[in-house]
């Protein structure tokens, strides 16, 4: 079973930055899309960023696009999250996932087609 590792998560002022990481336990899984989720309590997981496996494709939730960077180094089977000018509302828990399969870009932001999940970072984004 793939395990997927997070970091980088914490507390950050209003404007400010930060970097997440999520790390692929087995260096042999091959890596297809993989992708950001954040749930805040209370509220349904939704999708942040995604990015394909050759990283030509990405896909941004409208609140972020701007100030948000995925990418990707398959090399280290990492997905990265560059945050910036981050908002209040940006606090949540925020998962890493991954596709163990390949599927259609269609579904590179769909959750239901994310096979592999981490166990979260908190990012708390004061006012």
């Known amino acids: 079973q793939v395990q997927l590792v997070e970091s980088g998560g914490g507390l950050v002022q209003a404007g400010g930055s930060l970097r997440l990481s999520c790390a692929a336990s087995?260096?042999?899984?091959?890596?297809?899309?993989m992708a950001w989720f954040r749930q805040v309590p209370g509220k349904e997981r939704a999708i942040v960023s995604a990015i394909s496996r050759s990283g030509g494709a990405t896909y941004y939730a409208d609140s972020v696009k701007g100030r948000f960077t995925i990418s990707r180094d398959n090399a280290k089977n990492t997905v990265y999250l560059q945050m910036n000018s981050l908002k209040p509302e940006g606090t949540a828990v925020y998962y890493c996932a991954g596709q163990g399969f390949l599927r259609s870009g269609s579904m590179l932001s769909a959750e239901r087609s994310y096979d592999y999940w981490g166990q979260g970072t908190q990012v708390t984004v004061s006012s």
């Open positions: 087995d260096r042999t899984w091959s890596v297809y899309g």
